[in-house]
């Protein structure tokens, strides 16, 4: 077997982020790798971050995409749990150590050499490359089934923004009938929160500044109550917990306002500044603050049946891929409702002719 197969897709070559066509080499399925042709990728905000180097540490060529999903084409002689024909899936990640306490309590996710879908870099020094491209290959570990009847297009995203969401959620409690739970930030992973929780039977309160959220939220996700930012103190002490979701640099003391004595607000937007921690708020009521990144392969498979089983999908506009510097563009002054998935199997080919 080749050690290298050849794949195609859109990458970014510098920090300006522009994406154009670039033909570049994956590794052949080794004995336990799995290798998929990619039918559709959403668009994470964070994959404008990364090919611009907003974070400073970017690696270029680069070939974004962490929410994929595809029908697997070859499979490595030792591969148990997927054959040809399968429809899979690749989240966040495609690596860890294995041996860690965190891998082997499923929580690859915080493994110290975790390894990133794309802008990884592999023991050879060569890049991981994701999802903006007509092949994936990933070890069958960090590879997603995909259930029958869940549709490929809108349910992308969920191996990011549903993972991002549903872990918390379960982690610290919020999932549990009769809770009265608020998603601050109405957006990509917000939207998704609010499904989860009517879900899991909770009572759902939306806190966001468009006004123009607001049917949406009531009428479509079936949210109990839509608060903005000057009607948050008429809700005071009401809240067992809140999901963060803001991406902006935003105070969060008027949200700890907002939560029970012992109240918990998990925090999984991440604004490029630190947010003030104001310990008052916190100390006389034994509030708690935590934080949440994605979810282990376990969990993340477990969230996609969830999911499947409830019907669970985010809003999201299909593109082609000539249409993705467009949707970046779009995606930088938050104009999308509410998640950009690429339709690669049927426009790749299309977009380089």
């Known amino acids: 077997m080749a050690n290298t197969v050849k794949a195609f897709g859109y990458g970014s070559r510098d920090t300006s982020g522009h994406l154009s066509p670039i033909e570049f080499t994956l590794r052949a399925p080794g004995d336990l790798d799995v290798q998929f042709k990619v039918l559709y990728c959403g668009v994470c905000h964070s994959d404008l971050h990364q090919i611009k180097n907003d974070w400073g540490f970017s690696h270029y060529p680069m070939i974004p995409g962490h929410e994929v999903v595809g029908v697997v084409t070859q499979v490595g002689s030792k591969v148990q749990k997927f054959k040809a024909g399968d429809n899979v899936a690749v989240g966040v990640m495609s690596g860890s150590c294995r041996k860690c306490d965190h891998c082997q309590n499923d929580h690859e996710n915080y493994c110290p050499e975790k390894l990133d879908t794309y802008n990884g870099v592999l023991p050879d020094g060569s890049l991981t490359t994701g999802g903006y491209a007509d092949l994936v290959v990933a070890p069958e570990d960090f590879i997603i089934r995909?259930?029958?009847?869940?549709?490929?297009?809108?349910?992308?995203?969920?191996?990011?923004?549903?993972?991002?969401?549903?872990?918390?959620?379960?982690?610290?409690?919020?999932?549990?009938?009769?809770?009265?739970v608020g998603v601050a930030g109405l957006g990509g992973l917000g939207h998704v929160a609010v499904k989860f929780l009517k879900a899991f039977g909770a009572k759902v309160t939306v806190i966001d500044i468009a006004p123009e959220k607001k049917s949406y939220a009531l009428e479509t996700l079936g949210a109990d109550q839509f608060l903005l930012p000057h009607e948050l103190e008429k809700?005071?002490?009401?809240?067992?917990?809140?999901?963060?979701?803001?991406?902006?640099?935003?105070?969060?003391?008027?949200?700890?306002?907002?939560?029970?004595?012992?109240?918990?607000?998990?925090?999984?937007?991440?604004?490029?500044?630190?947010?003030?921690?104001?310990?008052?708020?916190?100390?006389?009521?034994?509030?708690?603050?935590?934080?949440?990144?994605?979810?282990?392969?376990?969990?993340?498979?477990?969230?996609?049946?969830?999911?499947?089983?409830?019907?669970?999908?985010?809003?999201?506009?299909?593109?082609?891929?000539?249409?993705?510097?467009?949707?970046?563009?779009?995606?930088?002054?938050?104009?999308?409702?509410?998640?950009?998935?690429?339709?690669?199997?049927?426009?790749?080919?299309?977009?380089?002719?």
């Not at 990011?160 to 009938?177: H, M, Q, V, W």
């Open 146 to 180: 995909w259930p029958d009847n869940f549709p490929m297009d809108r349910g992308a995203p969920m191996v990011c923004a549903g993972i991002t969401t549903y872990s918390p959620l379960r982690y610290y409690g919020l999932d549990k009938p009769g809770l009265h």
């Open 235 to 353: 809700a005071a002490g009401t809240l067992d917990g809140i999901l963060d979701a803001v991406a902006a640099l935003h105070s969060i003391q008027a949200y700890l306002d907002l939560l029970k004595p012992e109240g918990k607000l998990v925090v999984v937007g991440l604004p490029e500044k630190p947010l003030q921690l104001p310990m008052f708020a916190l100390a006389t009521h034994r509030k708690m603050i935590g934080g949440s990144m994605i979810g282990g392969i376990k969990e993340t498979q477990e969230m996609i049946d969830f999911a499947a089983k409830h019907n669970i999908l985010p809003e999201v506009e299909v593109i082609s891929m000539d249409y993705i510097n467009t949707a970046m563009e779009r995606l930088a002054r938050a104009d999308v409702k509410f998640r950009f998935v690429i339709d690669v199997g049927k426009t790749l080919k299309k977009a380089d002719k």
